[in-house]
C-alpha cells in the first residue's frame, strides 16, 4: 500500500541521517576546528616553544598549539599546567575519558582564560620517520606523554549516547504515529488552519496591471483605516468581497495587498483544505475562525479557493464528500449574516470558477461587491515585470515592453515565472546581469516546455519535424491575416512538442474576425500540409494542431455564427461566463439529429477547405520550403529576421510574392 511505502521511505530516512550524525558529525566536526600543518613547520613551532601538548600516534601528530604572542608563552603553560595537574585521575576516570580530556575541552578552557582567546588550537601533522623526534620534544620541554583519550569514554559519550537519544526519539516519533490526525506522517493530510498574519508585507505597489480592482479596494482600504467616516455618514461598506479571475492573476497577492496597506490582521484560509476534512470539523473551523476576527476587528477574513466549499448546493455532488461541504457552507452563510456590516470585519474571497458558486452566496449582503481580475493587457504585463525585476539587475537596453508584447496570455504568475527563470539562465551562464535574450528564452520555455536537447531525433524524423514546423511557417506568411511568424525552432520541447512556430500578433487583441479564424485554421493545418506534399505521408507528429483546428471550426460554427448555413445561431454557451478566455470550455446546447449533422458538415467543409489552402500554399512554395528546411536542419532554431532573408531572395528570384 501507498501508505507503507511512505513509511518505508521515512524509516530509511530517519536511519541514515542518525548514522551520518552519531559517526560522522563528531569527526567533521573536530577537523573542522583542526588547522592542519606540515611536519617542517611543526618542529619550527616546537623550537619555537609554541606546541604545548601532543599525542602521538603511527601516522599522526595531534595536540595544542599557541598562536599568540610569544610573550606570554610562560603564563600560558603555566595555566597548562594547572588544568591538567588539578585534576588527578584515577585510572577508571581515564577510562572514562572524564579527565579534562580531550584536546578539544584542553584548548577551550584555556582560551576562555586567556584576552583575547582562541589563540589556543588544536593541529595535526603527518608523522614523518624521525628517530630524533622524542630528543627534541624533550629539549624544548613539550608535554607528549599521557591524554590518550579513554577508549571506554569515547564509546560511551561519543555514540552509545548519541545512540541511546536517537532510538528515544524515535519511540516518541513511533507513539505520536500511532493517534490518527496526528505526528508526522499525516503532514498535508487534511488540516484547514487559519492563518493569522499582523503583516502581509504586500502592498497594492507590489500587484500591477490591475488598477481599476485596486481602485475598488481602495475604497475598503479607507474603510478599514477610518471606519468611523463611514459610520458618521451612514455609509455601509460591504460584507463581502468576492475576487474573480483565471489562476495567476495575483488574486491572492491582492487579497494580501489590501490586508497590508489597511495595515489590518489577515486572516487567511484555503477553500480546498475543507475538502477532505471530517463531518462538522469544517464548520467549527468556520466558527473559529469569524469569532476569532470579530474580537480582532478591524481585520480581513480571506478565503481563498472558495469554490471548493461554495459550490451550488445540489451541483456534482461527489458521494461522501459533500455533506461536509454542505455543512461548510451553510455555516459560512450563517456566520456571514450574523455580523453588523460595520464592526470593522471585511471578509474577502476568492475564485477562479465563479459559474460553480452557490447563488446564495452572491446575494446583497453577502459577496455583494465582485471584482473581476483578468489576465492583463499588454500595458499590465509591462508593469508586472517590472515589479518583478525589482532586485534583478537589468543589462542596458533591456526592453521589458518587448518581452510584454511577446506575452499575450501570459498571467502575472506566468510573468513573474518568466523573469524569475530568465534570472536563473543569467546565473547559469554566470552573467551579472539579465540580458534580453535570458528574457527571451525564458519566455519560450514557459510557452513551450523546458528545451530537451538530450532527446535525440534520428535523421528521418528530424527531417519531418523540420518541414513540419517549415510548413507552419510558410503558410503562416502567405496568408494575409494570420500572425507573423517570430521564431522557428525543432529543438524538442516539454512532454510532447518537436518543434514548434512562434508566432506573434502585432498588436494585442480582444477580438477575432472570421478571417483571422480561418487563417488560424490554414496555419495549423500547415504542418500536415507540408508533411504529405513533401514527404508523401503524414504523421501522428500533428495531433495536436488538428485538435486545434477543429476546435476553431466547431467555434467558428457553433459560437460566432460565422457558418453562413448555420446562420447566426448560439449553438454552445461558454461554461465560464466571467472568464474571458478565447476557446474555453464549451457547452453544447440540445439539437435535432438534423441541425446537428448540418453542423457536422460546416465544420468539415471549413476544415476541409483550409486544408486545401494549405496544401495549395505549400505545393507553389516548395523551394522556399525545402531551403528554411534545410536551414532548420542546420541550425535548430531561425529568427523571424532569417526566415524573412529567405522568402525574400525566394520571391525575388522566383518574381514576387503572390500574397494569397
Ligand atoms: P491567483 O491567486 O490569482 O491564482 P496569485 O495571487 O497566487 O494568483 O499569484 C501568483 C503569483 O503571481 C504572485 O505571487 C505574484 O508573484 C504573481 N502575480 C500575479 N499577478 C500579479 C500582478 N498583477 N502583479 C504582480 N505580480 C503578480
Ligand atoms: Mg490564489
Ligand atoms: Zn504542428
Not at 588547522?35 to 613547520?41: A, D, S, T
Not at 595535526?124 to 571506554?152: H, I, M, N
Not at 489590518?264 to 473559529?288: K, L, N, Q, T
Amino acid at each position: 500500500m501507498d501508505k507503507d511505502r511512505k513509511k518505508l521511505i521515512f524509516h530509511a530516512i530517519y536511519w541514515i541521517i542518525g548514522l551520518i550524525i552519531i559517526f560522522g558529525l563528531p569527526h567533521l566536526w573536530l577537523s573542522l576546528q583542526t588547522e592542519v600543518i606540515p611536519y617542517g613547520q611543526f618542529k619550527d613551532l616546537v623550537k619555537q616553544g609554541r606546541i604545548l601538548k601532543i599525542t602521538i600516534d603511527q601516522s599522526e601528530i595531534k595536540g595544542l598549539l599557541y598562536k599568540g604572542p610569544a610573550v606570554e608563552l610562560p603564563d600560558i603553560k603555566e595555566k597548562l599546567k594547572k588544568l591538567t595537574s588539578t585534576d588527578q585521575a584515577g585510572d577508571l576516570d581515564t577510562l572514562m575519558g572524564r579527565r579534562a580530556v580531550s584536546f578539544q575541552e584542553l584548548a577551550q578552557q584555556l582560551n576562555s582564560k586567556i584576552n583575547p582567546p582562541g589563540q589556543v588550537i588544536l593541529f595535526r601533522s603527518t608523522r614523518v620517520e624521525d628517530p630524533k623526534l622524542v630528543e627534541t620534544l624533550d629539549q624544548y620541554g613539550v608535554d607528549y606523554s599521557g591524554l590518550q583519550e579513554g577508549f571506554l569514554g569515547q564509546l560511551v559519550w561519543g555514540t552509545l549516547l548519541p545512540i541511546l537519544f536517537w532510538v528515544g526519539l524515535w519511540f516518541l516519533l513511533m507513539r505520536s504515529m500511532g493517534r490518527p490526525g496526528a505526528g508526522l506522517l499525516s503532514i498535508g493530510k487534511s488540516k484547514a488552519k487559519v492563518a493569522m498574519e499582523k503583516d502581509t508585507g504586500v502592498r497594492f505597489s507590489d500587484v500591477a496591471g490591475c488598477e481599476e480592482a485596486k481602485e475598488e479596494l481602495a475604497e475598503v482600504v479607507e474603510f478599514l483605516k477610518e471606519p468611523q467616516k463611514y459610520e458618521a455618514l451612514g455609509a455601509k461598506i460591504p460584507k463581502g468581497v468576492l475576487l474573480l479571475g483565471p489562476p495567476g492573476t495575483g488574486k491572492t497577492l491582492l487579497a494580501k495587498a489590501l490586508a497590508g496597506e489597511a495595515g489590518v490582521p489577515f486572516y487567511s484560509i484555503s477553500g480546498s483544505e475543507f475538502v477532505e476534512m471530517f463531518v462538522g470539523v469544517g464548520a467549527a473551523r468556520v466558527r473559529d475562525l469569524f469569532s476569532q476576527a470579530k474580537t480582532n476587528a478591524p481585520c480581513i477574513i480571506f478565503i481563498d479557493e472558495i469554490d471548493a466549499i461554495g459550490k451550488f448546493r445540489s451541483a456534482g455532488m461527489i458521494a461522501g464528500g459533500h455533506e461536509e461541504r454542505e455543512q461548510t457552507l451553510n455555516q459560512l452563510l450563517v456566520e456571514m449574516d450574523g455580523f453588523e456590516p460595520n464592526i470593522g470585519v471585511i471578509l474577502l474571497a476568492a475564485t477562479n470558477r465563479p459559474e460553480v458558486l452557490d447563488p446564495a452566496l452572491l446575494r446583497p449582503g453577502r459577496f455583494d461587491r465582485q471584482v473581476v481580475l483578468d489576465a492583463p493587457d499588454a500595458r499590465g504585463r509591462e508593469a508586472i515585470l517590472e515589479v518583478h525585476s525589482k532586485g534583478k539587475p537589468l543589462a542596458p537596453g533591456v526592453s521589458l515592453k518587448d518581452i510584454a508584447m511577446r506575452t499575450p496570455g501570459f498571467s502575472g504568475a506566468d510573468l513573474a515565472n518568466v523573469m524569475n527563470e530568465a534570472a536563473l539562465l543569467a546565473a547559469r551562464e554566470k552573467n551579472s546581469q539579465i540580458t534580453q535574450a535570458h528574457l527571451e528564452a525564458a519566455v519560450e520555455k514557459i510557452l513551450a516546455g523546458p528545451e530537451r536537447k538530450s532527446r535525440h531525433l534520428g535523421d528521418k524524423e528530424r527531417r519531418r519535424v523540420a518541414y513540419h514546423e517549415a510548413g507552419h511557417a510558410l503558410v503562416a506568411f502567405y496568408c494575409p491575416n494570420a500572425m507573423p511568424v517570430a521564431k522557428i525552432s525543432i529543438i524538442p520541447r516539454g512532454r510532447a512538442a518537436l518543434g514548434y512556430t512562434l508566432q506573434l500578433p502585432e498588436e494585442e487583441q480582444f477580438l477575432i474576425t472570421k478571417n483571422e479564424i480561418l487563417d488560424k485554421i490554414c496555419v495549423s493545418l500547415g504542418g500536415r500540409a507540408a508533411e504529405s506534399e513533401i514527404l508523401g505521408e503524414i504523421s501522428s507528429g500533428a495531433q495536436n494542431d488538428l485538435e486545434m483546428a477543429t476546435e476553431m471550426a466547431r467555434g467558428m460554427v457553433c459560437r460566432f455564427g460565422m457558418s453562413e448555413k448555420i446562420g447566426p445561431y448560439a449553438l454552445s454557451r461558454e461554461t465560464s461566463p466571467y472568464l474571458r478566455q478565447q476557446f474555453a470550455p464549451q457547452q453544447i446546447e440540445a439539437m435535432g439529429p438534423e441541425l446537428a449533422s448540418e453542423v457536422d458538415g460546416e465544420v468539415r467543409r471549413i476544415l476541409a477547405e483550409q486544408d486545401a489552402r494549405a496544401k495549395d500554399i505549400i505545393g507553389r512554395h516548395k523551394e522556399i520550403l525545402g531551403r528554411v528546411a534545410d536551414k532548420l536542419l542546420a541550425q535548430e532554431v531561425m529568427s523571424a529576421e532569417e526566415f524573412r532573408v529567405i522568402i525574400e531572395k525566394n520571391t525575388n528570384e522566383t518574381g514576387g510574392k503572390d500574397g494569397s
